[in-house]
């Protein structure tokens, strides 16, 4: 158990995520994530099967759905429905605490805190925690490359300390970990809680820092960068390399079947020069030690690096699309 002895209960939604799959859960199983309810949705490269193997090795651990939307393609999103339809399963019910993440999210705990429970020994008590979300650039990276994606990209996509010494305030998205018993709708950020600042519960940041009524009671996304993550923040990978993004302009945003409407902006967003962060550029001994145990099972190594091979032929295809080509050369993918 993670926190106190409460079982914490990861959610998150896929697709096409295959060769990052093993390294993401390793890392999240290490800091003392108990349990897995996931929801996938036409994949084509070995993630839908990765995580079947995953659950077939581990049932207690690790539990693989299709994404309900999938049965209504014109109703309602694919976050949303997912965070809905896991409510109803009992791993769910169960949990004492609440985590949705994505798959090019890594929590990433500092200053010593090794696991969940070290991050409240630090910070103290709380009910529910906004992690701040920092994105990382391409690293200046061009191919797709099968080494670690936590080893592959250190720099982020914003100066804070810039924004630090000149005292301004930069706005980033969060990712709660939160008590299940706190009531309100679930959400991909955080669970929307327009009465929290009345229940006598206590919601912090990665700093340990208490966040205002103005927050709690909202439905906001976003918390300051700076002076939140002393011990915790979020590591977003939304881009990597050049191939990678490629690929994800070809899958679309997120899960959406729909492609990415402004491939140019989001990359030159996502791709902007910040500072170098290292501090989550390492799997720690236990994550690694999970990492080889899962490519111990041949099936599961075997889908592993198929996933490599299956995105390969993916980014061919993309690239002898006009459109392919077109989002290709705005991003200087050809020079």
């Known amino acids: 158990m993670s926190i106190n002895g409460e ?31 996931i929801f996938s949705n036409d994949c084509s490269d070995n993630t839908d099967r990765i995580l079947d193997r995953l659950e077939v090795m581990m049932p207690h651990k690790v539990k693989h759905q299709p994404n309900p939307k999938v049965m209504f393609p014109d109703r309602g999103k694919w976050h949303i429905m997912a965070l809905r339809y896991a409510g109803q399963f009992g791993r769910c019910q169960a949990a004492d605490w609440l985590y949705v993440t994505d798959a090019d999210e890594f929590l990433n705990l ?3 805190v090794s696991d969940l429970d070290g991050f409240f ?19 200046g990276h061009t191919k797709m490359s099968p080494d670690l994606v936590t080893r592959r990209f250190t720099q982020t996509a914003t100066d804070l300390a810039a924004a630090k010494k000149e005292n301004r305030t930069v706005l980033t998205a969060v990712k ?55 011990y915790a923040q979020v590591n977003h990978y939304s881009i990597k390399s050049k191939e990678e993004f490629l690929l994800k302009v070809d899958r679309g945003d997120a899960v959406n079947a729909e492609r990415l409407g402004q491939s140019k902006r989001y990359w ?26 899962f490519l111990a099972d041949s099936q599961l190594r075997e889908l592993h690096e198929e996933s490599y091979s299956l995105r390969e032929t993916m980014l061919q295809d993309v690239l002898s699309s006009k459109r392919g080509e077109a989002v290709a050369q705005q991003i200087g993918y050809f020079d």
């Open 121 to 139: 020994e630090a910070t103290g008590p709380a009910d529910a925690v906004s992690f701040t979300s920092i994105a990382f650039n391409s690293n």
């Open 268 to 293: 030159d967003t996502a791709n902007r020069i910040g500072n170098t962060d290292k501090t989550g550029s390492k799997l720690s001994p236990k994550a690694r030690g999970l990492l080889d145990e």
């Open 110 to 112: 500092k200053r010593g």
């Open 176 to 230: 709660t970990l939160y008590r299940n018993t706190i009531q309100g709708p679930r959400r991909p950020h955080r669970p929307v809680t327009p009465d929290f600042s009345t229940t006598g519960m206590t919601w912090i940041d990665g700093a340990g820092g208490r966040l205002p009524a103005g927050f709690t009671d909202s439905g906001s996304k976003g918390i300051a960068s700076n002076g939140t993550r002393t």
């Open 7 to 37: 079982k914490t209960l990861m959610i998150s939604v896929m697709r096409n995520e295959g060769p990052y799959v093993l390294e993401w859960l390793a890392h999240h199983f290490a800091l003392g994530i108990d349990d897995l309810l």
